[in-house]
């Protein structure tokens, strides 16, 4: 069985019930959810080998974080106990044409004060078959990219192939480091990089050529395909870019698709719509959960493995919470072209 390791911070998410605005509510849904915590999850949930390294503090919020990640299958044997708090995120969701918002409590975490060489890495990575990590690491403190560099260095040096999702998150990067300071040295290390344009342009400063990414509600792969070159130019470690394609037509109504470029051809995924979404949380993570299983799983189908990953993701966005808890069967039910919902008996 093929064994995964992820890396970063699962936090408490707290929602108002519903469509509610924060305004409106006088109680919160409770979730345990985060970036490399949710690919965990889709891993476990598909049948794989997968651990989730993490620093989470000693307290009873700690336990049930641990509880709902062993709930999931996820091994949880290399995660340290330690820190002040657990990341809070408030997340209001939208509709319509409203957005959702998110709100985010997590300074002083665990994880925010995790520091190099607290993690044997040696020990994380025996017999793993893959390592991956998100830009949101290393966002949350200098202590969390250092952690995060010396676990890519390691897995490098141990021929275990990194995956990352840049994950650019403006609110986060407060520590008096830039994106553009940190990332390239970690992304350096990685064999597969997803990524969308705004990741690319906001860590690496890297723009489309000639040509506009976004036409309304739909979106052209084509057009991201310079994004997807240069990419694996500046990182040419990389074997394989991918970006998902996001066409918002309105919070409630996507377009969903992904291109993947191995440097030498582009792979493009079938387009869904979305039409009804319950919730869009978490939508990358199950995109880059079901692109490991498929890498995997397929060997060389690329296009399998991206079809794999975009039909995963668009089941997710049915799915209240950040995980993807669908089964194997039910995204090859989709990539086969039934999208009837109908009930199983």
């Given at each position: 069985m093929k064994k995964i390791v992820t890396f970063g911070e699962i936090m408490l998410r707290l929602s108002p019930p519903g469509f509610k605005r924060f305004s409106q509510t006088y109680n919160f849904d409770v979730v345990y959810g985060g970036g490399e915590s949710n690919v965990a999850v889709t891993l476990a949930n598909y049948?794989?080998?997968?651990?989730f390294v993490s620093r989470i503090p000693d307290n009873d919020i700690g336990d049930c974080a641990m509880m709902e990640l062993r709930k999931r299958g996820v091994d949880t044997g290399k995660v340290l106990r330690g820190g002040e708090r657990l990341g809070?995120?408030?997340l209001e969701t939208g509709a319509v044409s409203r957005g959702?918002?998110?709100v985010y409590d997590r300074a002083y975490s665990g994880m925010a004060t995790i520091e190099k060489g607290m993690i044997d890495w040696e020990e994380v990575f025996k017999d793993a078959d893959w390592f991956h990590w998100t830009g949101i690491t290393p966002a949350l403190s200098q202590g969390a990219a250092d952690a995060c560099l010396e676990a890519i260095q390691t897995a490098n040096r141990l021929g275990v192939p990194v995956s990352t999702d840049?994950?650019?998150r403006k609110k986060l990067w407060k520590y008096g480091k830039s994106p553009m300071?940190?990332?390239p040295e970690l992304v350096s290390g990685c064999d597969v990089i997803l990524g969308n344009e705004e990741d690319a342009e906001k860590h690496f400063g890297l723009h489309p050529e000639g040509v506009d990414v976004t036409h309304g509600g739909s979106v052209d792969g084509q057009a991201?395909?310079?994004v997807l070159k240069q990419l694996m130019e500046m990182f040419p470690r990389a074997?394989?870019?991918i970006t998902t394609l996001r066409g918002s037509i309105s919070a409630s109504h996507n377009s969903w698709s992904g291109v993947l470029w191995d440097g030498k051809q582009l792979y493009e995924a079938p387009t869904y719509q979305m039409t009804h979404i319950v919730d869009?949380?978490?939508?990358?993570?199950s995109f880059m959960g079901g692109l490991i299983y498929g890498l995997l799983t397929y060997g060389d189908d690329d296009q399998k493995a991206l079809n794999f990953a975009v039909a995963a993701s668009c089941l997710k966005h049915t799915i209240k919470g950040d995980a993807n808890l669908v089964t194997v069967e039910e995204v090859e039910k989709l990539m086969s072209g039934d999208a009837s919902g109908r009930v199983s008996r």
């Amino acid at each position: 069985m093929k064994k995964i390791v992820t890396f970063g911070e699962i936090m408490l998410r707290l929602s108002p019930p519903g469509f509610k605005r924060f305004s409106q509510t006088y109680n919160f849904d409770v979730v345990y959810g985060g970036g490399e915590s949710n690919v965990a999850v889709t891993l476990a949930n598909y049948g794989l080998n997968s651990s989730f390294v993490s620093r989470i503090p000693d307290n009873d919020i700690g336990d049930c974080a641990m509880m709902e990640l062993r709930k999931r299958g996820v091994d949880t044997g290399k995660v340290l106990r330690g820190g002040e708090r657990l990341g809070i995120y408030f997340l209001e969701t939208g509709a319509v044409s409203r957005g959702s918002k998110v709100v985010y409590d997590r300074a002083y975490s665990g994880m925010a004060t995790i520091e190099k060489g607290m993690i044997d890495w040696e020990e994380v990575f025996k017999d793993a078959d893959w390592f991956h990590w998100t830009g949101i690491t290393p966002a949350l403190s200098q202590g969390a990219a250092d952690a995060c560099l010396e676990a890519i260095q390691t897995a490098n040096r141990l021929g275990v192939p990194v995956s990352t999702d840049l994950n650019y998150r403006k609110k986060l990067w407060k520590y008096g480091k830039s994106p553009m300071d940190v990332m390239p040295e970690l992304v350096s290390g990685c064999d597969v990089i997803l990524g969308n344009e705004e990741d690319a342009e906001k860590h690496f400063g890297l723009h489309p050529e000639g040509v506009d990414v976004t036409h309304g509600g739909s979106v052209d792969g084509q057009a991201y395909l310079s994004v997807l070159k240069q990419l694996m130019e500046m990182f040419p470690r990389a074997k394989k870019t991918i970006t998902t394609l996001r066409g918002s037509i309105s919070a409630s109504h996507n377009s969903w698709s992904g291109v993947l470029w191995d440097g030498k051809q582009l792979y493009e995924a079938p387009t869904y719509q979305m039409t009804h979404i319950v919730d869009r949380v978490g939508g990358g993570d199950s995109f880059m959960g079901g692109l490991i299983y498929g890498l995997l799983t397929y060997g060389d189908d690329d296009q399998k493995a991206l079809n794999f990953a975009v039909a995963a993701s668009c089941l997710k966005h049915t799915i209240k919470g950040d995980a993807n808890l669908v089964t194997v069967e039910e995204v090859e039910k989709l990539m086969s072209g039934d999208a009837s919902g109908r009930v199983s008996r």
